[in-house]
């Protein structure tokens, strides 16, 4: 069984681009979740996807958006990227909310803002 | 503010010793999970509590939920290095689907 695939592994942006994060969950997953990872303040929630309608945010700016699919793909986007935005973005798959709440992740993007 | 801190931070034992990881929060959680990172890798999980006072065992890892369900230990007997990683905590509320919030972290080297 494929687990939870996410493109690109890495990249770099500079400042005021923006960037697209892409995530194929497990096959059957219907749930995606998307989390910033960073040194400084660990894990934090991004915002959630189920049956392409977003069902929780974090407290992210606006810059910070995603959509879901037909197919349960998603996609993150950080418009007018800052170098704060530097951070390991993972995206978790799940059967669906609330469902024994196991999160299945991705290894990762990892961004990079010059 | 992190809802959940972890120590410690940093533990770096040899191989064979025990160890715990503590988590703590003043908030209560319905459900607390451990998962395990290592580097270049997405978390893993490892269990999840959800009934004050439990305990789970996982080979030679022991969890704990807090009666009050605001706190949670990791437990591990005799390390291995293969027991090296990131661990972490996190908790979720009713009704919140899969916002979890993680802690702190506490990152584990073992000694061979």
């Known amino acids: 069984k494929a687990g939870v695939t996410q493109t690109p592994r890495y990249l770099i942006k500079t400042r005021g681009q923006q960037v697209t994060l892409s995530c194929s969950p497990i096959s059957g997953h219907r749930s995606v979740s998307w989390y910033q990872q960073t040194p400084g303040q660990g894990l934090q929630f991004l915002f959630e996807y189920f049956s392409e309608t977003q069902r929780n945010k974090g407290n992210f700016p606006g810059r910070f958006s995603g959509r879901q699919f037909s197919n349960s793909r998603s996609e993150m986007n950080v418009s007018t990227l800052e170098l704060g935005d530097s951070a390991l973005y993972l995206c978790a798959s799940s059967l669906a909310p609330g469902v024994a709440g196991e999160l299945f992740f991705g290894e990762g993007s990892r961004l990079t803002v010059l | 503010t992190q809802l959940l801190e972890q120590s410690p931070q940093f533990l770096s034992i040899q191989e064979g010793e025990n160890l715990t990881v503590y988590c703590n929060s003043s908030?209560?959680?319905?459900?607390l999970q451990w998962y395990r990172q290592e580097p270049g890798e997405g978390p893993v999980l490892l269990v999840t509590v959800v009934t004050g006072g439990e305990v789970k065992k996982l080979k030679r890892l022991t969890f704990q939920f807090g009666d009050a369900r605001k706190d949670s230990s990791l437990h591990i007997t005799a390390a291995q290095p293969g027991d090296t990683g990131l661990y972490l905590c996190?908790?979720?509320?009713?009704?919140?689907?899969?916002?979890?919030?993680f802690g702190t972290g506490t990152s584990l080297t073992v000694i061979p």
């Open positions: 908030s209560v959680f319905s459900s």
């Open positions: 996190a908790g979720t509320f009713i009704n919140t689907g899969n916002q979890f919030y």
